[in-house]
């Protein structure tokens, strides 16, 4: 396969690419390749990079300025050390996302949760409701990062109820950003690999 070209026989999804790789192609020499779940992220995002236009045409500096200004992204996630920690660390996320992976997650965030970056919602017997990134959960407590970066914790005989949500604490960009800023914010988002 020409894995420069970003056409594959055998699925076009990051999660058809997880898949082949995972189980490799029986009857032929492909075989199956035992990775981490952050390794099959990384290289689904290295072989969206030879093959994929999603972030052709953006200017990375429009979309740095998006992400640390209108955008007001660093009020939830960090880059660099800088912004709040209730999603997730952005300083490595072109390394292990594709643009077509960002992209999407942009407009429809709530298609994509991953376990670890859902978010959990408690009811204290007052009726107190706090919600935000479930950082520790044991047998008696349960810590919370709410969306104002501060740390609560909780012990579970207090609560009424607690679930995990599974919709996304990131609002959608559909319609808040034009195509233009769109593709300059992933452009942006993909050059950055981390240290």
Known sequence: ADLRRGQFRRGSTDEDLIRTISNGVPGTPMPPISFTGAQLWQ???????????????????????????RGQCLSCHRLDGRGARVGP????????????????????????????????RAVTREGRAISGRRLNDDTHTLQILDPQ????????????????????????????????????????????KGP
């Open 149 to 192: 970066g501060r740390l609560v914790s909780l012990d579970k005989s207090d609560l009424q109820r607690y679930e995990i949500l599974t919709s996304s604490l990131m609002p959608s960009f559909e319609g808040r950003l034009n195509p233009q800023e769109l593709t300059d914010l992933v452009s942006y988002l993909v050059s950055r």
């Open 43 to 69: 290289v689904v995002a290295y072989l969206r990079t030879l093959g994929s236009s999603a972030a052709a045409g953006g200017d990375a500096g429009r979309g740095q300025a998006l992400l640390e200004g």
């Open 89 to 120: 660390d952005l300083s490595d996320i072109g390394a292990l996302r594709s643009p077509d992976y960002l992209r999407r997650s942009l407009l429809r965030p709530d298609d994509q949760v991953l376990p670890q970056h859902r978010a959990v």
